[in-house]
């Protein structure tokens, strides 16, 4: 699939208001972006370290997916993302290579990048999301 670099790590939390201080103290650096993705019924916020991003994950919605996920698994990692290019094609590959796809065609995200989920199930118990900056 050839990834360029990690493009950030999704950390679920019950409560970004109670997260952020603490990463924004961690890192030494200011949230620097706080969005709604409706369609994945989340929160996010974002932390620049170094060419990787941390994206702290807030449920809207506790039937959502990062619900469910703190309600069985509580806080913690959630996903690692890899940036790609031609998205579309890199899932082709993964299926072709037996990997299990969640999104079968890239959906938008956050920071209006287009994503798509491997399933932790093929992919060694990791949430594996690629992404793909169009803007660039």
Do not use: W
């Not at 103290?25 to 706080?34: F, H, T, W």
């Not at 890199?90 to 959906?107: S, T």
């Amino acid at each position: 699939m050839k990834p360029s670099h990690i493009e950030h790590i999704g950390i679920a939390v019950k409560d970004l208001d109670n997260a952020i201080p603490y990463y924004e103290k961690l890192l030494g650096s200011d949230c620097y972006a706080v969005e709604e993705v409706k369609d994945q019924k989340v929160k996010t916020a974002f932390f620049k370290v170094g060419q990787t991003k941390i994206e702290l994950l807030e449920s809207t919605d506790p039937e959502g997916p990062v619900g469910k996920f703190i309600e069985k698994k509580g806080e913690g990692l959630h996903h690692i993302a890899f940036a790609v290019s031609n998205l579309g094609e890199r899932l082709k590959e993964a299926a072709g290579h037996g990997i299990r796809l969640i999104d079968q065609q890239p959906r938008k995200g956050a920071e209006g990048l287009d994503i798509a989920f491997l399933h932790p199930k093929s992919t060694f118990g990791v949430l594996t999301e690629l992404c793909e900056d169009k803007s660039k």
